[in-house]
């Protein structure tokens, strides 16, 4: 009996330095990942396309978000985003604490019926992949493909400020 105690003893002693190096190992691959999402985030525009489902036959249509910055909340998986969003005759800047997933090292925004202040409920699935980006959205009973390209803004006086978007309707 007392082999037994004192063989699992050694057993936990040996197996518990390499549990706490995969619990480091992870930690340390989310840290990694967390400040590229930050950096690849901060103060770009995502410049691209959409389209409207339904509407095949028509161009996309051009669409521009500036990002501030983003960083990472206590809560779960959830990021504070500082937008600003052009959407038909609107123009604003925006907290918006947004979901974050990862599918390995590749980050995915997520909406799901979030509402918008001034704006609307959205649903947007956002997949950031280097300095590209590419997605779904839905608005009310419209919705559609997103896509295009980020670019780092230079300073506040660099940036377009007349390239709204039109609204799908």
Partial sequence: MLYRACLSLVVAVLLCPSLFAQEDKASDVQARRYALFEKRLDNVALIGSFTVSGK???APKPERYEIKNVRKLEEGD????????????????????????????TPVISLDK???????????????????????????DVGGALFGRIEKLGDEDDAPKDQAQPSPE
């Fill in 56 to 58: 095949e036959d028509q």
């Fill in 114 to 140: 979030t509402t918008i202040p001034g704006m609307g409920t959205f649903s947007a699935h956002v997949v950031i992949d280097e300095d590209k980006y590419a997605g779904t959205w839905t608005h009310g």
């Fill in 78 to 105: 959830i990021w504070l985003i500082n937008a600003r969003i052009k959407y038909g005759d609107k123009d604003v800047q925006l907290p918006l604490p947004l979901e974050v997933k990862w599918a390995g090292m």
